[in-house]
């Protein structure tokens, strides 16, 4: 079990400001919530590292916790690989101030949020690259939920939350729903596989902020016999 306690992420404002698109006339503002945001970031991180036991129909087997259901990757995964789970997070302050500027102004809850998810995607690149130094090679990344979630449920939160504890090690529990809390939080595994998996691929939402790549229709299980979509 690894524990990052301060990922070292460096954030400059005015590269988060021009995510925004935040009009001329407000960008002085926005600029300062920015900082103030990145200010109250504590980006952490909890993973480790197991080995693929089984793969049967939709079902991958660890050498550590329970079994995982997933079609996506029980397709993508195969016996003896060496893959690693992961929840990374950006902690707890900056939501809650979100939550109270929310209250008189939501454009500045707005900027803290996106802050948040700036910085979050900034730390998870961090935790990939060192997953990818000890793996060997470039890896596709698999969380619950993601896309339609069809492809992997989002209840198999619970599998690898029981097994990272992300909670003791990271402040990091679940909802009775399986969504995160803090919010700003990613969880998954990480593998290296054949061909590269991205979930947007897969989802057909047009009105997706964090779409990775084009959706290119259903996803076909290469372990099914009819080559059915799912």
Not at 37 to 63: H, N
Not at 100 to 123: D, F, H, M, P
Not at 169 to 188: A, D, E, Q
């Amino acid at each position: 079990m690894i524990v990052v306690n301060s990922i070292p992420v460096q954030i400059r404002a005015e590269d988060v400001l021009q995510t925004l698109r935040v009009r001329i006339q407000k960008q002085q503002e926005a600029m300062s919530v920015v900082q103030k945001g990145i200010e109250m970031i504590s980006p952490r991180a909890v993973y480790t590292f197991a080995k693929v036991k089984s793969v049967e129909k939709a079902m991958v087997t660890l050498d550590v916790g329970q079994p995982i259901q997933s079609i996506v990757l029980a397709d993508m995964l195969k016996p003896e690989q060496t893959v690693a789970l992961f929840v990374v997070t950006m902690g707890e302050s900056l939501e809650q101030e979100a939550s109270r500027e929310g209250k008189t102004s939501i454009l500045n809850a707005w900027v803290l949020e996106q802050t948040g998810n700036y910085a979050l995607g900034i730390a998870s690149a961090h935790v990939k690259a060192q997953i990818e130094e000890t793996l060997r090679g470039k890896v596709s990344s698999f969380s619950p939920g993601t896309g339609t979630g069809r492809l992997f449920g989002i209840e198999q939160q619970k599998v690898i939350f029981e097994i990272l504890d992300p909670q003791t090690n990271i402040g990091v529990h679940l909802t009775p729903s399986f969504l995160m809390v803090p919010r700003k939080s990613v969880s998954g595994i990480y593998a290296v596989t054949n061909r590269e998996y991205v979930a947007c691929q897969y989802c057909p939402r047009e009105r997706c902020g964090g779409r990775k790549k084009p959706f290119i229709g259903e996803y076909f299980s290469i372990n099914c016999e009819q080559q059915t979509p799912v």
